[in-house]
Each structure stands twice: as structure tokens, then as C-alpha cells.
């Protein structure tokens, strides 16, 4: 019983997780560039008991959330006219910079304006960090002059599903994502932007399967308690 007991507790507290998560997409499901995250189970370590009849049974130990995957699927483009609005078409990121440390982070939301210091212009996003060129260096802007796309550096990676999430529509380089290597002659639009890539009918149905799987697992942990109180009052 004790056994089950954890068992069910590990599926309530995963499934929570992901409940989180589904939450989390649908707050993000007006974020330009979001894409959707989905928590990736794995079961928890097997253990042989004897069944009768020199039978061996596996049973499990419940399971966990093993890592958050991030669906990178293109989202739909949303005409703005704005000119600093950048859309990536196809596989990358662009890449931004800000803070002391001077740490880059990677994003799909090409939201971009101007950050003016006397005579010159920093093209920004909306939290006020660089955007990059191809070569790693802020774009600077001198008098009247405007951005165009392909001053813009994208960047993909060999895993970029290793990549982690570091909120605020924020990805940040890791060894199992590799080294961010520079796109050749990449497709990026201007005056758009690229929508959520949260499918609302999607998460309506991995939340119903969610709190099923919820309502499941409370079940046991009650069923489980009972049997207990029951064995306790036998003794």
C-alpha cells in the first residue's frame, strides 16, 4: 500500500505540473513568438515482486516530469505595418542582449523599436535588450536611417530543444542545445510579426486529460487511506 500510495502522489504532483504549463500557454496565447510548452513524463524506477508461482510482476513507483518540450512549430504571420516588427520565417532565433553580465538570449518575437542616445539608435525589443547583427554586435542607427531585415542576425542551433527556457519569451544557450551558429541568407519579413503558437483546442484537450488524470490519482491516494484506516482497525 505504501508503494501505491507514492505512486499516486508522484502522478498528483506531475500532473500538476503540467496543469501549470497548460496554464501558461494560455496566458501566452496572444504573446507574439510564444511557443507552447508541454511537460514530458517518464516512469519512475521498476521493481520485481514475486506473483505466485514463481512469477516475477513489474510494478511501478508512479512518474515524473522528466523535462518541459517546447513545440517550435512556425506560427501564422500578423500584418502590422510597423517597420522595426521582424517575422523569422523557417528554423532560428534572433538574438538579444542586456544587463551587467551581458548574456544572450535567443527569442521569436521580433517586436523591435528604437532606443535613441544622441545622435544614434539602438534597435531594442520590448524589454529593452539589444538585438544583434550576424556578428554578434548591437545595431546602431545614425540619424534618420532605418533597420532593415537583413541587419538582423538569426541563429539556430544543432538541438534547440536543449535549449532553456528562461522566461519573458526567453531562450538561453546550453551544452546539450550546442553553440548558436549564424543562418545564411535567412527569411525574416518586416512589418510583421509571428503569432502564438498556442492551438486553444489543443490545450482544452491536454487540460481535460490532465485533470482526469488528476481526479485518478486522488482517487488512489483516498482508496488507499481507507484501506489503511481498515488494516489499522483490524489489528
Known sequence: MIRGFYAARSGVLGQQQNMNMIANNFANISTMGYKPQQAAFSTLLYAKVHGGGGVMIDTGHGSRVEHTAVNFAQGGLATTDVPTDMAIIGDGFFAVTGGEDGEIFYTRDGQFNYSVDGDMKYLVDANGYYVLDDSGAQIELEGDAEVTPD??????????????????????????????????????????????????????????????????????????????????QMR
Not at 503569432?195 to 487540460?207: D, I, N, Q
Not at 485518478?216 to 491516494?221: F, S
Open 151 to 232: 541587419m538582423i542576425g538569426v541563429f539556430r542551433f544543432p538541438n534547440r530543444h536543449g535549449l532553456s527556457l528562461m522566461g519573458a519569451n526567453r531562450l538561453a544557450e546550453t551544452e546539450v542545445s550546442g553553440e548558436a551558429e549564424v543562418v545564411e541568407l535567412p527569411e525574416v519579413k518586416a512589418g510583421y510579426l509571428e503569432r502564438s503558437g498556442v492551438s486553444t483546442a489543443a490545450e482544452v484537450v491536454r487540460m481535460i486529460e490532465s485533470q482526469r488524470a488528476f481526479s485518478l490519482n486522488t482517487r488512489v491516494l483516498t482508496t488507499i487511506d481507507e484501506m489503511d484506516d481498515v488494516a489499522n
